[in-house]
């Protein structure tokens, strides 16, 4: 399936704007009908795909560990509860 820029990033939730930048660069597979650009939906996937990555955040930004004790024998029976 053939869609235009703006129809895809309506559906994937991306910005034209950065869909174009990718075409620019050469880093987005497109179709030329007559004088419309468009992308196959299958190739898109594929890229993406490809292209994908897992970002794990910074040590600094991850929670500390729990060390928290509960002060109160009903916080403590909560504890046990949960």
Known sequence: ???TIKDLAGMEG???NAL???IREHKLPT???GARIMIRMGTFEDWLKEH???IEPPEKFKPPESSYEP???AA???KKIY
């Open 20 to 22: 174009r930048g990718w």
């Open 71 to 73: 002060k109160s024998r």
């Open 14 to 16: 991306i910005s034209e």
């Open 1 to 3: 399936m053939l869609v």
């Open 31 to 33: 179709v030329r009908v």
């Open 52 to 54: 994908e990555q897992v």
């Open 76 to 78: 403590q029976k909560m």
